[in-house]
């Protein structure tokens, strides 16, 4: 047990060291993130009563499509690079690496997102309860996005177009993650408590689950 997570603490000091390496590929979601809520914004400078009460759907939205940038490479990389294979082989679970994966996409995008969106609330007249509830109800939601993107992921390895078959695939599973996450976002549903307790509910699910699924098709990949 004691090998297997010191595997694991390898691999995820290795995924950050390549993150620090590819820092234009961390800062395209971030970038993301603030150009669209800024364009958004733009746009309803006319109805800014509006734009207040649809501010949460906006930094949800926003938020799965720039958490998406980070699904597109990963897996397919170290297909490429001929690494997939010493992964598969290694002696750590592979399911146990793929949760690691995860974790680091989820630290580096799914955290500055929510912090950026706790910010963005603040500043557009969100009261800070409310503000706090949307950024723990992203960063939850966030780490069921992050799950779901690397499963399809992994998933698409074997297609020649994956980048399409992941946006295909990701709207209609990531769909509930989005009504739930809305509806926990804000104080004023009566329903809040209900949906921020079936996201928790989604997330714990999914994170003993999703690593199992995701180290059987790259085994499945690397025994074709």
Do not use: H
Not at 80 to 93: C, H, I, S
Not at 126 to 138: K, M, R, V
Request: hydrophobic share 65%.
């Amino acid at each position: 047990m004691n090998r297997d997570l010191a595997l694991a603490l390898a691999f995820w000091k290795r995924e950050w060291r390549l993150l620090m390496r590819q820092r234009n590929d961390l800062m395209e979601p971030l970038a993301f993130y603030l150009l669209g809520l800024f364009l958004m914004q733009v746009a309803s400078a006319q109805f800014p009563r509006a734009f207040e009460t649809l501010l949460p759907a906006f930094l949800w939205v926003l938020g799965l499509l720039a958490a998406s940038y980070s699904f597109t490479a990963g897996w397919r990389d170290e297909l490429a690079r001929g690494e997939l294979a010493e992964l598969v082989r290694a002696d750590a679970p592979l399911a146990l690496l793929a949760l690691v994966r995860v974790g680091v996409g989820w630290f580096s995008v799914g955290l500055p997102l929510a912090v950026i969106a706790f910010g963005a609330s603040l500043a557009f007249g969100t009261q800070a309860p409310a503000a706090l509830q949307l950024a723990l109800a992203l960063l939850l939601g966030l780490a069921l996005v992050c799950l779901i993107g690397n499963l399809i992921a992994s998933l698409a390895l074997g297609a020649g177009r994956s980048s399409l078959l992941i946006a295909l695939l990701l709207l209609p599973l990531t769909s509930p993650v989005l009504i739930f996450g809305i509806g926990a976002s804000s104080l004023a549903l009566m329903d809040a408590k209900a949906a921020f307790l079936m996201l928790g509910a989604l997330t714990a699910i999914a994170l003993p689950l999703v690593p199992l699924a995701i180290a059987f098709m790259l085994k499945a990949v690397e025994d074709v």
